[in-house]
């Protein structure tokens, strides 16, 4: 017998039970559930991340829907107590869903929701935070400094790498990676080299542009590149940062060998997902290449890094907080609450999952759909013709 779990309750009486399993920022997406006749049950437990057990408490006897994290283990146990109790629909509060067994729950007719496009910028901004972070040794400099060690200024003094006129690669030029590409190239006037199973066209189309306009104003022309393997991104860019989707086939994506392949001084930035990087054979590099500089936002074994990470001085690390910005996380809250209540009310499901923003408008209603479910076509949802 699960133990109980403690809760926030909105709407008692309302019809449909849908369950978030943690305080998530913002009230829309709580007044939108409302409105639409569900009991909102928000648990309230202290633990960070929850197990299956602590979920399936959650679940209980009778449940409509569920939003859940990207820290807990959605697979064939709680999609099961979850259809038990009668719920058809699950929703991330994110766009990664590799926790997720989706097969699991098109097995038992649950709908799996994400949340795409609200969150691409901000990420990127983090994604481009940690390269400038990294080039400048920010992080170090700001240590130094509270040290109490700096005693005037010197030309050898924290010298780091200039940015414009090197190479950024970027590896999963979707969203995320093409939203980072455009903020390095504008920004710092970088050249591209990608790496994506597909063509980044509109990426493309945008560093040409930009390349022509700088070269009309008589300066040097940006330039893109799309490699024909991972290893050339490797190879010839200056900056590298990493924004695949993690699967089987970016499972340490970066390892030891990879990592042997870049540039002695270049910098890796990860912002997608811990698994992508081999941690324990990044930390022996690091050891071995003091020039080589890293940005962590995601770790293996979050929420722990492999021994010696921490040590690193070329190294800077933080919480997996690349979507923390508030609009994003209360976008993200909206998305997930949105997508639960449209497969509890039989919406179909948005055309476009990466146009999403006719949801997030705050001053109107939102579509009757859901706006990204993952698993639609194999559920065979209809689609909105909106
Ligand atoms: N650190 C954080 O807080 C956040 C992390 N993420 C992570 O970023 C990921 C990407 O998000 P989006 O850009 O929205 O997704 P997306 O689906 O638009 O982009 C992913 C790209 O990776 C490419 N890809 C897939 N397999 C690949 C491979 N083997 N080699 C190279 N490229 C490959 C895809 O073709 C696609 O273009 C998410 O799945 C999530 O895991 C997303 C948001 C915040
Ligand atoms: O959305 C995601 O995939 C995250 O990692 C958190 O924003």
Known sequence: MAKPVSIEVWNPNGKYRVVSTKSMPGTRWINLLVQQDCRVEICTEKKTILSV???IALIGTKCDGVIGQLTEDWGETLFSALSKAGGKAFSNMAVGYNNVDVEAATKYGVAVGNTPGVLTETTAELAASLSLAASRRIVEADGFMRAGLYDGWLP????????????VGVIGAGRIGSAYARMMIEGFKMNLIYYDLYQATRLEKFVTAYG???????????TWRRA??????LQQADVISLHPILDKTTYHLINKERLSKMKKEAILINCSRGPVVDEEALVEH????PMFRVGLDVFEDEPYMKPGLADMKNAIVVPHIASASKWTREGMATLAALNVLGKIKGYPTWSNPNQVEAFLDENSPPPAASPSIVNAKALGLPVSKL
């Open 286 to 289: 690091l050891k071995q290449n």
């Open 156 to 167: 050898h003094l924290f010298v780091g790498n200039l940015l414009k006129g090197q190479t």
């Open 212 to 222: 022509q306009f700088l070269k009309a104003s008589g300066e040097e022309p940006v």
């Open 228 to 233: 024909s393997s991972m290893d050339e991104v």
């Open 53 to 55: 057990e602590d979920i």
